[in-house]
């Protein structure tokens, strides 16, 4: 059983569409990171958010911390196709040292 | 700056036989944590290793062993290897007091069980 369940699974959408990634858990998490892995690589860390309710922007790419901690999203705008990969969410419990990830969300944007 | 890096890349083998993954850290980063990643899964945290001791470990049996030298790189160690131990074995690096918020993954070593 995931600890972090992400939604959706997979995500195919156009060039220039909008896309959101949902990342929820029952557990409260003292910070939650989002990473992008392409094939035959390592996880890249895009960001950390620590505080509920924090909102995060990175260029095109919108995160946010649910106030309770316990979940968080991920929202692309004109979405291009250098963003397809695998999209994880990765939350820390408190006085946890380990990473709990989610299974991903396998993102293709078509030209 | 070098990055966190991992080695070999790419591993083939026999059911039974023990094998041996390296990782050096990210510079400057002193603890190390292994993940175990399946075909379609997220990264499942196997142990971290600080100060060469063993911090924390996953829900991973005996088999998975690991060891931290005194210039922070890392081995991890699989004896007795099943089919199902067939995954990309990640390194992850860190700061002790960011372990949980700022992880920098190497690029994995992918084992294939025969």
């Known amino acids: 059983t995931q600890l972090l369940e992400q939604s959706p699974q997979f995500l195919s959408i156009q060039e220039g569409e909008n896309l959101t990634v949902y990342c929820n858990s029952s557990?409260?998490?003292?910070?939650l990171q989002w990473y992008r892995q392409e094939p035959g690589e390592g996880p890249v860390l895009l960001v950390t958010?620590?505080?509920?309710?924090e909102v995060k922007k990175l260029k095109r790419l919108t995160f946010q911390f649910g106030d309770a901690r316990k979940d968080s999203s991920l929202h692309i705008t004109a979405a291009q196709p250098g963003d397809t990969g695998l999209y994880l969410c990765?939350?820390?419990?408190?006085?946890?040292?380990?990473?709990?990830f989610g299974a991903g969300t396998t993102v293709t944007v078509r030209a | 700056d070098a990055g966190v890096t991992q080695s070999p890349t790419h591993l083939i083998k026999t059911r039974g036989q023990q094998v041996t993954l390296r990782c050096s850290p990210k510079?400057?980063?002193?603890?190390v944590s292994w993940y175990q990643q399946a075909l379609g899964q997220g990264p499942q945290f196997i142990f971290q290793?600080?100060?060469?001791?063993?911090?924390q470990r996953g829900n991973f049996p005996d088999r998975f062993s690991g060891h931290q030298f005194p210039n922070y790189s890392s081995e991890l160690n699989v004896n007795a290897l099943l089919l199902g131990d067939s995954a990309l074995y990640l390194c992850?690096?860190?700061?002790?007091?960011?372990?949980?918020?700022?992880?920098?993954f190497g690029q994995g070593t992918r084992l294939t069980v025969v």
């Open positions: 992850a690096s860190s700061l002790v007091y960011r372990a949980n918020t700022e992880a920098f």
């Open positions: 557990s409260v998490f003292s910070s």
């Open positions: 958010v620590v505080t509920g309710g």
């Open positions: 990765a939350g820390a419990t408190p006085n946890d040292y380990k990473l709990s």
């Open positions: 510079s400057g980063h002193d603890t």
């Open positions: 290793y600080y100060e060469e001791e063993e911090r």
